[in-house]
């Protein structure tokens, strides 16, 4: 199951959403110019047995680590899905308010994946646990936006679903996989499950607080 597109335009300019997806490609041509990639990547990406909270140097790669990815499809995939569901909710925030919850939901999916994983050596990075955070919101703020999305299983189709079914399906799989890999660490297949709930959960609390103040505003008499 993969999103090509949704049919509600925020009919807006996603000057920040199109500014993330500008610097994320630029920095993954610096990355893989890089003279030394392995040395950049153990340098700017993740490594949680490197994190020691007395050193805030070793801190930077929770924020860096976002801006990084491990190859072209991974980076190609996540701007993908930034671009079709990013637009709206930027719409909804505002830009600068969105581009601090997109942020933020980074650090924390950082931070989740961090503790799923505490004692590795094995380099996190990618922007997924970010726009994890932006299908978390759109879920609760869009949920019957309709999303054409090709189905792949036996036949191929693109079919048209509501929002709710297609994130609400792809956070299944995630919180399905991440459990996995609380059982048998090797079911992990080099992929940051647990960055991706935690940024997903981050999104809904931050849609449900967001939406449910302006309902309530929304019955506010001045």
């Not at 807006?12 to 990547?41: M, Q």
């Not at 860096?64 to 671009?83: C, D, E, K, R, Y």
């Not at 399905?176 to 935690?198: E, K, P, R």
């Amino acid at each position: 199951m993969f999103p090509l597109r949704d049919h509600n335009s925020s009919h807006k300019i996603p000057i920040v959403t199109w500014s993330l997806i500008v610097i994320n490609v630029v920095l993954f041509i610096i990355e893989i110019t890089s003279p030394n990639l392995e040395a950049f990547i153990y340098k700017w990406a993740l490594v949680p047995a490197f994190v020691d909270f007395s050193n805030l140097g070793t801190l930077v790669p929770f924020f860096t680590s976002m801006f990084l990815h491990a190859g072209l499809w991974h980076l190609v995939s996540n701007m993908w899905f930034l671009m079709i569901f990013g637009d709206n909710v930027e719409a909804r925030l505002g830009s600068i308010k969105y581009l601090g919850f997109y942020l933020a939901g980074g650090l924390i999916a950082a931070f989740v994946e961090y503790l799923s994983v505490s004692n590795a050596f094995i380099p996190i990075l990618g922007a997924s646990g970010a726009i994890a955070a932006v299908l978390g919101y759109y879920l609760i703020a869009f949920p019957h936006n309709r999303v054409d999305t090709l189905i792949a299983f036996i036949y191929i189709r693109i079919i048209s679903l509501p929002a709710q079914i297609v994130l609400g399906l792809w956070f299944v799989l995630q919180l399905f996989n991440g459990t996995s890999t609380l059982i048998d660490s090797s079911a992990s297949s080099g992929v940051a499950w647990w960055a991706h709930i935690g940024g997903f959960v981050f999104g809904m609390l931050v849609a449900k607080l967001s939406e449910g103040r302006k309902q309530h505003l929304t019955h506010v008499r001045y």
